[in-house]
């Protein structure tokens, strides 16, 4: 009878149906252990940070030089883990970041450049240079605001006064970054599969929708007067407006990352993250979204 009852349940629901809540529950299940362990590296900042921003760094490299290599481009990898690095570093020595930027990047171009003299087959040489350049700029470029941004102050916790928490304003800037990204995105998926009707983008991104960016908007928004009004001083209004630019520029990150694996011939970057594909599948949004609110805080110190 029981085997008779659950046969009759899922009789109305279809292949793709299950498929579609398989990967609902996987997405759930992958933030729910992802976020926590984020968010400690935010807490802690420093070179634990910097640790954390070099192994998205890493595995986004492998990624990107894997779809290329797929679709018959041959960039240098070693370079771009290089450059990638360069970045990172550049931006844990505010002081001497421009001094580093100047001598990594002139040493990188020349260096690339001699790696291009020793290829035999000289076809497409220009494009694989370009992309060993763009895959450090893209990625190690973005990923080195999320350590600007966090600053260097150390979170405190007092346990004698009541468990009270102190919190740079650096990381009150790093979690609106990430929470309005996160926000934005859950909502505009689950408002996007139930009520999205107009499609965005068809020919990047056939799934988005202008109802699903409407859903995000608002929880964007949301978060953002919650994480920087009472905590940064940032007026309701001009709260509103970084909330609106955070879910903007996450939407474009998200399209941005669609082009390339259109690009690719490839449905997910990956398969790092079970229900969210590869790493970068997972940090698209992000990587536009941090250099809006970084701009925004330096009018805000």
Not at 124 to 129: R, V
Not at 171 to 191: E, M, N, Y
Not at 237 to 248: E, N, R
Not at 263 to 290: C, E, N, T, W, Y
Request: charged share 10%.
């Amino acid at each position: 009878m029981q085997g008779t009852s659950k046969q009759n349940s899922d009789a109305g629901v279809t292949e793709p149906e299950k498929k579609a809540n398989t990967s609902v529950g996987q997405r759930l299940l992958t933030a729910a252990i992802a976020m926590p362990v984020v968010l400690l590296f935010v807490w802690f900042g420093g070179w634990w940070a910097f640790a954390a921003c070099l192994g998205v760094v890493v595995l986004g490299t492998i990624e990107l030089h894997t779809m290329l290599h797929k679709a018959g481009y041959h960039p240098l990898i070693v370079m771009s883990y290089v450059l990638g690095v360069l970045f990172l570093g550049s931006a844990m020595f505010p002081p001497q970041q421009l001094l580093i930027l100047q001598i990594g990047l002139g040493s990188s171009i020349v260096l690339s450049f001699c790696w291009l003299f020793t290829r035999k087959q000289l076809e497409g040489t220009l494009i694989d240079w370009a992309l060993t350049l763009a895959v450090p700029l893209y990625l190690g470029w973005s990923m080195s605001y999320f350590l600007l941004l966090r600053g260097y102050e150390v979170s405190s916790l007092h346990p004698m006064q009541g468990w009270w928490v102190t919190l740079p304003r650096g990381v009150w800037w790093l979690l609106i970054t990430l929470l309005g990204v996160w926000g934005f995105d859950g909502a505009a998926f689950f408002s996007g599969r139930y009520f999205g009707r107009h499609k965005m983008a068809p020919h990047i991104s056939p799934a988005k929708t202008w109802e699903g960016v409407a859903g995000g908007l608002v929880v964007s928004v949301i978060a953002s007067l919650l994480f920087t009004v009472a905590p940064l001083g940032v007026p309701w209004y001009f709260a509103i407006v970084l909330g609106l630019l955070i879910g903007t520029a996450a939407t474009l990150g998200d399209l941005a990352e669609s082009l390339i694996k259109r690009q690719m011939h490839v449905k997910d970057s990956g398969q790092f993250m079970p229900g969210h594909g590869g790493m970068l599948d997972r940090i698209d949004s992000l990587l536009f979204a941090v250099f809006v609110v970084y701009i925004f805080s330096l009018f805000f110190r």
